[in-house]
């Protein structure tokens, strides 16, 4: 007798109409949730009669892929959330624009008839400390005394006027603070207020914001010491 030919699936891909992944590479290696469940379906339908899929092990494959799929819309949430704190950081940052800020900088720039404020971070309590302002050729034409200083921030002004007395010329200059601490002298790093002229975002798909100080230069939102 001949027997009647199998035209049943060789596999439950085949019954799916997906075929085998050698017959037909998918695109990309994502598993949907609408693809799981048929895969799932398929299982079932195709499972071995003297040993069905047993109650837990469904529910565990069930209860896994619905972790992922959670882990996986928890990270698309995330990620909004992410892109909308930086929309936000980026309107917060456009709002600084012409405002003055105190950022860490050892170079300022002086306009006709104004003044350049800083501030310098002394480390220790300090027996001196002693602000020089350089030209561009590197000579100092102004120094000034802060007297003794506490731990702390100190803050200074520098008039424009040079050692003697006249109106220095608009232009860049180095700003250096010398400090006595235990009988040492120690250079201390600097900030400096200036104008924000512009700001920056990151065109290589970074998150960071980058504000454009006159005098300075490009520098970090998060190196902002103090908005003025």
Avoid: C
């Avoid at 456009?94 to 860490?104: A, C, N």
């Avoid at 350089?134 to 000579?139: I, P, R, V, Y």
């Avoid at 400096?192 to 490009?218: F, H, M, R, Y």
Wanted: net charge negative; proline share 7%.
């Amino acid at each position: 007798m001949v027997n009647p030919i199998d035209k049943s699936p060789a596999s439950p891909f085949e019954s799916l109409g997906i075929g085998s992944q050698k017959a037909q590479a998918e695109p990309h290696n994502k598993l949907g949730q609408e693809d799981f469940l048929q895969l799932m379906l398929a299982q079932l339908r195709h499972q071995d009669p003297l040993k069905p899929l047993e109650n837990g092990e469904f529910i565990g494959q069930m209860a896994q892929f619905s972790t992922v799929s959670g882990i996986q819309d928890l990270s698309t949430a995330f990620n909004d959330f992410a892109n909308s704190l930086q929309s936000n950081r980026a309107l917060q940052a456009s709002g600084l624009v012409g405002r003055s800020v105190m950022v860490p900088a050892n170079r300022a720039s002086l306009e006709a008839g104004s003044a350049v404020h800083g501030a310098v971070d002394v480390p220790a309590a300090a027996t001196a400390v002693t602000v020089n302002v350089e030209d561009a050729a590197g000579q100092t034409v102004r120094s000034f005394e802060l007297g003794p200083q506490p731990e702390g921030q100190a803050k200074f002004t520098w008039d424009g006027l040079s050692d003697t007395g006249q109106p220095l010329p608009a232009g860049d200059y180095r700003i250096r603070v010398d400090a006595l601490i235990d009988g040492e002298v120690s250079a201390l790093p600097t900030l400096i207020a200036s104008k924000v002229e512009s700001v920056s975002l990151d065109q290589g798909g970074g998150k960071d914001i980058t504000l454009n100080v006159a005098g300075i230069g490009p520098v970090p939102l998060s190196d902002v010491n103090e908005i003025l």
